[in-house]
Each structure stands twice: as C-alpha cells, then as structure tokens.
C-alpha cells in the first residue's frame, strides 16, 4: 500500500484525490493546499485524510511515501525536487514543468534520490491511445507520413499560461508516446487576442519536422467557436483517426492510401494509384484513464519499474514546448530541437 | 452574345464547355485541344460546336470573343498572353499561373490590351462563401482572429503541381475574397511521400501572419483517410464555420465568444469571461458556382465591369503560392510578402 | 427546509440522495431500503443521513416531511398511497405506477390527504425540452403535424417491465407537456428476442393518434447495435428537431416546410409549394435537471403549487402505457384511450 | 444487342433514357411520350433516337425487342400488358402497379407471352444492399430480429400517389430482398396534412409483423425538415447499419449485441448479459445502380435469366403497399398478408 500526499487542491487536484481514495494500492493520507477553506471544502467527503496547510511538513513525514503535485506549473520543479530528496516518490501534473532546465533538475534529482518520477500525461493511460499504440507497434500501418490534430474549443482562459502551454502537452505526449523519438525542429505561430496586455496566446500551431518525411503538425486554439477533438495519424499502408468526442467509434483504421507503382511512366514520373479498403473501428473498453495512471503509478513504485510517462517523457515534451515558445516569440522561426539537446549535452 | 472558344479539353475543360454552352449569354463556338481523338469525344452532344488543334488558329478567328483557358498551370501565361495581345478576352483556370512572373505578364498584358483577364477562383460564385462575405462585411463578426481551413482527402495526384497549387488556391481565394488584402508573411511546411522522386509535395501546412493579429491557416492533404472541407472564420463578435461537405447547413453563425472584462483584478490580469448565444445556420440557396462564374465573365465583357476575381485577385493568391513554395523548400523558413512586393514594385 | 427521506438505494435512488442531499431548500433525513449493506455503501458520504430497513418506521417520524419513492414499479401504489396517507407528500420515480388502477389511486389519496404528489419525469426539467415548450407555446410553429421520437440503444435490461415501461414514459411524459391533451387511440407492436421466456419486449413501436391529423410515433428498442435520440415536432410553419446526442446544439428550429396554395389548379388538385429557410439553434443552458426538478418538488411544497409533473400528468402517461401493453399483446390492435377513459368514468 | 423504346418521358424517364442509350448490351431505339414538345426537349443530345407520340405504334414494330415504362403508376398495367401481349419484354418503373389486381395480371400476361418481366427496384442494384445481401446471407447476423427503416425528407409531392406508394417500395423491395419471404400482417398509420382535399398521406408508419419475432418497420415522411435515410438490420450475432447518407462508411456491420445465458437465475429469470465489439465497415465500390440495373435486364433477356427483381417480386411488394393503404384507411387496422394471399388463391 503507497502512502500519498496530493499537493494542489485547486482546479485538477481532487480528481487525483478522488482517484488515490479510490486505488486499492494507495491510501490517500494527507492533502495540502495553503487555502484551508478550499482543503475543507475539498475533503468533506473524506473525513479520514489529513488537511496540511504547510509544504514542508509533509516532508519530514516518516508515512509519506509519494506525493503528487497539482499546483501551478512554475512551482512543479521546486515542489518536486524538495519531495525526491526527501525520499518521496513524486507525480506531477502534465506539463513536467514550466522550462527545459527546471524539467531537467527534475530528472536529475530522482536519478540522484534513486525515486520514481512520473508525469500525468493522462492521454496515455486511456483505452483509444493504448489501442493506437498496439496498431502502430504491430507495423500494420506502415511508415509514418504525418500526424496531425485539431484540439480546438472555446477555451478555459489559464492566467499563467498560454494554450501551447495548457493543450499541446497532450498532444505532444501522444506524440512522444507513439513514435518514441524527438523531431528535428519546430517551427510555430500563435497570437494573443483576448489578453493581449498579458501576451499570452489563445490560438496557436506547431509544425514538428522529423527529418525522414514524417510531418507533425498542430491546431491548439481556445477561441473556437466549436469543440474539434480530431488526430489523424497517417501511414503508408494504412491511417488511423482517432476522433475523442466521437461516442462509440473512437478508433478508425482506415485500409485506404496509395500505391506507387514500380512501372516508371517516362512521361509523367511515378505512377500513383488509390486504394480505397475497408473501415475497421476496433473496440476500446472504456475504462478512467486517471484511474489506470494513480494505478501504474503505485505500481512502479512497488515493483521498481520504469513508468510510462517518466520524467524523461515528461522532459522531451517541454523541451518541445520551450521551443514552440521560442519559435512563437521569433514569429515562426524555426527551432532546431535536435542541435539545442546536443548544445546542452555538450555544455 | 459573347462567342467563346474554350482552350483544353482535359479534366476541367468539359464543365466550362458544359457551361459557356448553357449560358445565355454566351456562345461556345469552338473547342481547342491538341488531341483531336480526345475533342471528338467532348464534343459528341455538341454538333454545332467547331473542333480546333491549333491554338494559333483561334487568335486570327474574328468570331471569337473570349477565350477560356483549362491546360496545364505553366501554359495558362503563354496562351493567356497571346490571346490577350489579339484582343480577345481571357478566363483562365485557377491558378491564374505558375509562377509570379507569368502572373505579372498576364495583368499587363490586359492592361495594355484593354480586355477582360479573370481568374477562375470558383468558390467565390458559390452560395456559402457569397452569404460568408455578406456576414463578414455587415461587420456582425467584429473583428477577424483567426482563420482555419483544412481542405484533406485522399487526393488526385497532379504530375505537374503539387497539393499547394492544386488546393490551397481555393482557401487563398476565400480568403483573399473576405480579407481583401495581403498578408505580411508566410511560413510553410511540406513533405513529399508518393512521389519523392518527383519532388511533389502531397501534405502542407501554410501559416499567413497578418500583423495585426488575424492568423491564417491552412492545412492541405492528400494523403488523409478521410475528407474534410472545415473552414472556420473567428471574430471578436462572432464566429462562422463553414462545412462544405455539411448537405444542408453549409454555414453556421456562432454568437459565441470570449468577453474581455474592463475590470482589473490585480492578481490575475485581464478577467475573461465566456459567452455562449444562439448558432444561426443561414439558407444558403443551391446554385452552380461554375454557372455563375461564367455568366459573371459575359456580364463583365459586356458591360465593361471589373471581375470579381480580376488578374489582381489571381495574382495576388500566385504571390502566395510561389512564397509558400519557396518557405517549404526552406523548410519553413518565414518569407515576408510585403517586403517581397516592395522590392518587386520598386524595381 | 423540506425534510426528506428517500426510499430505495438502488440504481436511480444515489441520484436522488445526491441532489436531495445538494438542494439548499430540502434536508436529507434517512434513506430506505432492505438492504442494510447497501444502505450503508450508498450513504458513506452523507454521515448525518440516517439508514431506515424498516419502510414502515417512516411513516410515524413527524421529522419527516416528503418521501422520494425509488422502488420497482409495482411497489409505488403501496408505499405512495401508505406516504400519503400518512401526511407526507410524495415523489415517484417514472412511470408514477405500473397500472391505471394503481396510479388512480395514488392520485385520489394525494387529493384526499391534501399533499404534493409528483413523478420524476426528469426530461420535462431539461434544458432543452423547457426550451422547446417555450417556442412550442409561442405558437411559431403552426398547426402540430406530426411527433416523431427514436430512443434506442443496446438496452439494460430490465426483469421486472419491459422496453415500453422503461423506455416510453421520457417520450409519452415530453409529448404530454408539450402537447396537454390524450390521443384518441394507440397501437402498439412488440417483440420478445433476448427474454421469450419471461415474455418481456426489447423492440417496441407505439403510433398514437390525435384525431385532427396529429400523429406521434415513438420508436423503443433494447437492441440496437447503435445509440439514438432523436425527436421530431413536425409543424405547418416550423419544425423542431432535439437531439440528445448532439454535444452543443441539441435544439434546431427549421424554417422549411410546405406552402399549400390558394389558387386552384383543376387537374392536380391542391398546389403544393416548398420552403427552404433558415435554421437557428437556441442556447440552451446546461443545467443538470434533476436537481431543477427536486428543487421544484420542495418549491410546490412550500408555496402549495401543482407541480409540473403532477399525480394526473403522470396518470396520463400510465394511461398511455397500459394502453399500449394490451395493444401489443393483441398484436397492434386499437385501444381507444378516450372511450376507455369515458368507460371508466362513468363506471 | 437488345433494342429498347422507353415510354414516358417525363420525371424518370431521362434517367432510363440516359442510361440504355450508354448500355453496350443495349440499343435505345425509341422514346415515347405524348408530349411532342417534352420529347424534343429530352432528346436533344440523341440524334439518332426516333420520337414517338403513339403507344400503339410501337407495339407493332418488329425491330424493338424491349419497353421500359416510366409513366404514372396506374397506366403501368395497361401498357405493360399490351406490350407483353405484342412479345416485348418490359421493364417497370416501381412501383409495379397500382393495385395488386393489376400486378398479378401483369405477372400471367408475361408468363403466357414467355417474356421478361422487370421492375425497376433501384436499390436492390446499389453496392449497399448487395453487399449487405452478402453478409445476411453468408449468416454472420445470426437470426433476425427487427428491420427498422426512417426514410423521411422534405418531399416532393406526387399528385396520384401518397408518401407510402413514393417512398415504401425502396424499403419493401430491400425487405423483401433481403428476407425473401412475405409478413404475415401489417398494420399502417399515415395521415394528411398539405393535400387534405386530395386525401394524399404525406406522414406514414407502417409495421410488418412476420410471426417469428421479426418486426419490420418504416417511417416514411414527406413533411421532414430533415432529410434521413437510415437502415437497421438487427440480429442475434451482428447487426448492419446502412446510412445512405454517409459520403463513404454507408454500411457498418456492429459485432454488438445480447447473450442470452443458460444458466437460469431464478429470481431474475433468463439471464442477460451485453457484448460489446468491434465495428467493421466494408468498403463498397461506388457503381451506379440504374446502370446496373439496365444491364442486369439486357443480359437476363439474352440469356433467358430470372431477373433479381422480377414480377413476382413487384408483385409481392404491391400486395405489401395495398395492404398498408387498406391499414391506414381503417386507422391502423391488421391487416392479414398471409389469409389475403390464400383467400386469393383459392378464389
């Protein structure tokens, strides 16, 4: 049984309190927030844990085993590296952090403390990416053309970041999780509209160039008039689109693309055909993916495995979002991820 | 009566045959192609229809008025100029040319010859983007965000363009179209899969930066499984969507948005709120764009009016076309188009 | 502050508890059921709530005020009538009971004990139906033509009534506010497939007739390998299409219709035009309406008004359901609700 | 080379003339139609097709083989027979005839001449249905359980024929095809709202009972503000949905359904329980019926075949829509297929 401390008992941190009440492998000890109005109101329903107002507390505590952070994600790496070496365990919120330095002191500090450190890049824990994953392991797809989403909707304004910050981590950590390997470069655009005077963007694209043909590109906008939740993942023999606001039919694998032809046609280059093939839409039980996480996460921590969505996932998913940033702020410039990971290696 | 002649009997030439032979103002009296075999077949349900092969022949034909373009991209300057320079008027298939350049010529060309130049951009004959411009204009939608098109399907391979001059003429034109002017750059990324050996791009993504906050951008495809005609305008006010593929409620009008307070709140910055009204889906009537187009033309010759979609309008989508051409061979690489005009008009 | 004990743990019962327990003009007192381990499974949450096996024991507390009955159906008539009959007003989960006999006679002791009787026909509390009696009533739709509902799914199975029961009092309840008044006659067709032995239909088709043209037609269905909910009031001027499954525009109001002319064509008959309109989609607020509707049972208490969803109005619908029961099992065969209602009147 | 004249020339007609004039198998020879005017009209782009505004005439004329009748229902018989009669073969629009007296009596005039006798039943030649024939019949659905059928559409009023006479026999005829079989009853609702002195339904349910627990249903509708077109075939192992609207995924075969289990609860009585599985949407090549259709005729005249949808078949679904009509004349009255069938027989 893990021993957990949420942190955070704002907007996200009671479904992680009620998802580590709920796990058979953890007790939900305490829960710290430095509102105590909000941590009563938050813990009604659990009279048995513990209300703590003060951070450093819960460090010196012998039956806490992990924490996990929910607060805002600028505090993530100073929260998160206190509590890996004091000995805890740490889950943090998706993004790892608020920089590529401070996600970096993140992993250093669990290698150093010998802890698990995990990410809840949620996404990855749910029934229809599992399933995508299982389809793109098997090779059936063939080789990876582009992969494009559209994660648009009338947005939750965030005061401390901006919609790059707050959507692109999902699909980014899809990204990561699917093709296992950073892009090249990114090159990204965005705008400020509705808080100008804060500079925060509300609508946004990324363009990930992985140097072998393969495309990634993405659509994070919170001033869309309609709720588009659409991710295509294009191959050579087949595709797939996984349409997450879709009721039943999450998942569909499509037998269609086109067939270069080995006849050369001196006139008019290489011969392309279309083929057009069935529709298959696989079954994906449905299942809480907050739950499976919590669930992997007291797993790791027993067993000494690596998780899923570790702090090195966690690490190349901001190291994106740094550059995305940076590309914004020089109007689409681009930004090679690739050449930035051996400078600081080098340094 | 306008007597046309149509030049091209490919895959686009048979609908403006079709149409300049049911116009009323118009009188389609020859077809031009050098494939006698292919004419013989177009022109079967028109007796009366004269089948020439030399192009030549058609500018010395007194009988003649106009002439309609439909061949290849890189023809369209050459034949356009020349009819132009014997004084017939000249519809040209978008886009208006292969290259700036041409484009440039071509205007001139009308210019000096003092004859109508028009630029087949048919979408902006249709019922939705004309009902779109109403809306935009009467100024409901306040002022311009964003504007996003995805224009995908599993396409039909062209050997002498690729999917940028094939599709993206179409979402340049709407949007030169409602924008009515140019934007400050382009940033553009590509990726050639089916036909790498020819260099032709299949998938891109054109990002347009209007420097006053209004982002355009568009993703063209013709690798995905599925189609989607998804174009989205969002405004400070309102917001439109406009599905193509929708049969009945091509346009929809959003009442929704966000609301920028002029409350202060010290903490937070700027307070946001969210509206969410009514969706409005405007009866949009059925007509035939290409019809319309066409009677546009005559009407145009006749009465010495301006086209809607002139040699300007055309030119001005090539002069995106080309930059966005000349971003994705610089992998992304931001070309500035006002500066590009500059130094193209001051020289 | 009305004190309310409610009475069954079971499926809908938690829902109950729940918004009695949120609602700041009700006090949840006890809960009722059988089931002691239950009880205490369902009230974890809610320490202050007293767990109550014993039915009977309810009856004698003065503390108590209302009770919300969540039993089977055929146990509504007796605990209803013994409530009521002990001073306290009563809600009923639908159907109000499961014969005409027993819903009579729960109405004639809510008249006789001078206290509320309701049924929890949830849907008329909806958003979306409260928005269509609204534009209903506002006459913009002409002369009702026609009612159509789909309401299928791969059904939970119910052992104790079948898929009319469970599935046709949301139709029957939205048609009987928004219409007010009882179809002349029904016929109803049924199938057993997945439960022959217990003779329990899963398929169900129910045609009512109003005499002046009025047709509505409800389609129910345990069976189908897909989820739909789809309503349709079909009028002279405008038509209304609600469907539940839409995310955002669950309402859409059409502007279409037929134009009968005046002017009298000998051979043809009545000349017939169309009309192809606008269509509007109206905001509907997201509430959740089960707690609208507790909020009015307690409101109705208090201020001695008839609630929306009273004892007759739920009358009206078990009328509707017998009705329909003895059709089906008389395989489509006519039973006049009028004559059947003036029968037992004057009986 | 079979040599056809098509009779009537007006609504459908051109889209038989099109299609035998484009058939290899056929020759179109002649059109007729009383309408001199129309007929020059509709033959414009067929030179070489001879107009003919006398029936009479063509019966006489050695060098047609074939009719095809596309004129108002109630002149099917008349012509049809006397084409027979003068040993042509003949094709039907649907529905076959106006009355079941009718039918049959085209059936024996074509038995007696040894002549094809076809109706015109389009869908049974679409891709869908033949491919979803394929599926039932290789019997992968397992039983059947329920055919429900929603065809309704802002209409276009027929002055001779209701909703159910315009709409029904695509339904019946896929039915039909499908099931191969006749129901034992069917009870009909329908009523008038636009063409009330016509006494024309517009609105129409009909419900087909086939003694084995197989339920048939059909909504069709010509006062719909919405245009719908959807098929459900449900059974015990698999059920198929069929969207004619679907630009792509028309058919979907659901693995989802019921399972009844042996092992007897009993409390409960028969338990159930629920599988839910993958979706699998065979791809349909996109032909066009009527052409198939035209052909299908030509060759079971050439080679002595039976066609897919002979007169037996038209006759069985006019012995379907009398029925209905006689139903909702009686308000829904049951009326008996199967006593009807052998109360004719025997008389």
């Not at 290698?111 to 389809?135: C, E, W």
């Not at 996932?313 to 994106?320: A, C, F, H, N, Q």
């Amino acid at each position: 049984m893990i021993r957990v401390a949420v942190i955070g008992a704002g907007y996200w941190g009671p479904n992680l309190i009620r998802n580590f009440a709920a796990c058979p492998e953890t007790e939900l000890v305490a829960v710290c927030d430095r509102d105590q109005q909000r941590l009563t109101q938050v813990l009604r329903p659990y009279p048995g844990v513990e209300a703590i107002t003060d951070f450093e507390q819960l460090l010196d505590r012998a039956d806490i085993d992990a924490v996990a952070i929910a607060t805002p994600v600028n505090t993530h790496a100073p929260l998160g590296v206190a509590a890996l070496q004091a000995g805890k365990h740490v889950l943090v919120e998706k993004p790892l952090a608020g920089s590529v330095a401070d996600a970096e002191q993140m992993v250093e500090a669990a290698a150093a403390a010998n802890r698990v450190l995990m990410v809840d890049h949620t996404f990855i824990y749910s029934g229809p990416v599992q399933r995508i994953k299982q389809i793109v392991d098997s090779g059936e797809i063939g080789d990876l053309y582009f992969v494009d989403s559209v994660r648009i909707n009338l947005g939750m304004f965030q005061h401390d970041v901006n919609v790059v910050w707050d959507l692109a981590p999902h699909d980014l950590s899809i990204l990561d999780f699917l093709v296992g390997r950073l892009p090249r470069s990114i090159s990204a655009f965005g705008a400020c509209h509705a808080n100008e005077a804060a500079d925060i963007e509300d609508v946004a694209y990324l363009n990930l160039d992985f140097s072998d043909g393969l495309l990634a590109s993405f659509h994070v906008n919170w001033l869309s008039p309609v709720k588009v939740r659409h991710f295509i993942i294009g191959g050579s023999e087949k595709s797939i689109v996984y349409d997450d606001l879709e009721p039943t039919e999450r998942i569909k694998v499509y037998d269609r693309g086109i067939t270069v032809s080995d006849d050369v046609e001196a006139k008019r280059g290489v011969m392309i055909g279309y083929r057009t093939g069935d529709v298959w839409s696989p079954h994906v039980p449905q299942v809480e993916p907050l739950a499976k996480m919590v669930s992997h996460f007291a797993e790791c921590i027993q067993q000494g495995k690596q998780p899923l969505t570790d702090g090195e996932s966690g690490l190349r998913v901001v190291r994106i979002l740094e550059a995305a940033q940076r590309s914004i702020k020089a109007q689409g410039g681009r930004i090679t991820i690739w050449d930035d990971l051996q400078i600081r290696r080098a340094a």
